[in-house]
């Protein structure tokens, strides 16, 4: 119940194409939903997040799309650019937690080639 | 801009030893976490402390403990160390929920081996 599961492990995709990454859950509590993207070397960072009153956000290139009734959540990356290859991390939260508690995916190594 | 340092980026220890990682953020966030990373299993808390000397277990406890003496400062300790300890440790802090924040601030972490 308190799993978000994401696919796929990895992703390849060509300069210029969409990167689809993919989370589901189970937990009908989570309302909060973030992405997070780890470069290399690095800590992972906010990249977008969303609430579960809408169905998509978008922000630049980058879009969460949110479908309720099948708690699932993905992550869209328009145009993909090489310096978007990182590592994403879907995540999840109870408002009512309070335990502060984000609930990781397991991660996507995504690569643009050039 | 929010900062949270990691006392070391790389650490080398042996089996046995005591092990240290501390973390200091500069924002006055309420909430600090300790997280491992390992491939294919994600972002896994060990613990988190909402406020000075407080702390929760997460998700996998067993060989931690924690030291919150004050707010800016959260640490991680390995009792005992294991070579099933080798992994990054990355620390988060946030605001608390009450403030309406959710966003949690990474470290740029600690990679450990335990040889």
């Known amino acids: 119940q308190q799993q978000v599961k994401q696919s796929p492990q990895s992703l390849i995709v060509q300069k210029g194409g969409i990167s689809i990454i993919n989370c589901a859950y189970e937990n009908t509590a989570f309302d909060y939903f973030p992405w997070y993207q780890q470069f290399p070397g690095k800590g992972p960072a906010l990249l977008i997040a969303i609430r579960p009153d809408v169905s998509e956000k978008k922000e630049g290139r980058f879009t969460i799309s949110f479908n309720k009734s099948a708690k699932q959540f993905s992550l869209h990356i328009m145009d993909s650019q090489p310096g978007d290859s990182a590592t994403y991390f879907c995540?999840?939260?109870?408002?009512?937690?309070?335990?502060?508690?984000?609930?990781f995916g397991s991660g996507t190594r995504l690569l643009v080639r050039p | 801009d929010v900062k949270v340092t990691q006392s070391s980026r790389y650490l080398v220890k042996r089996t046995g030893e005591k092990v240290f990682l501390e973390c200091v953020q500069d924002?006055?966030?309420?909430?600090m976490f300790w997280y491992r990373q390992d491939p294919g299993l994600g972002l896994r808390l060990i613990y988190f402390s909402y406020d000075v000397k407080m702390k929760e277990k997460g998700d996998i406890p067993e060989g931690y403990s924690v030291s919150r003496e004050k707010k800016e400062r959260f640490s991680l300790i390995l009792e005992s160390a294991s070579t099933n300890q080798t992994s990054m440790y990355l620390c988060?802090?946030?605001?608390?929920w009450g403030e309406g924040r959710a966003e949690q601030y990474f470290g740029p972490g600690t990679r450990l081996t335990v040889t």
């Open positions: 924002m006055d966030h309420e909430n």
């Open positions: 988060a802090s946030s605001f608390s």
């Open positions: 995540a999840a939260r109870a408002t009512m937690d309070s335990s502060y508690k984000l609930i």
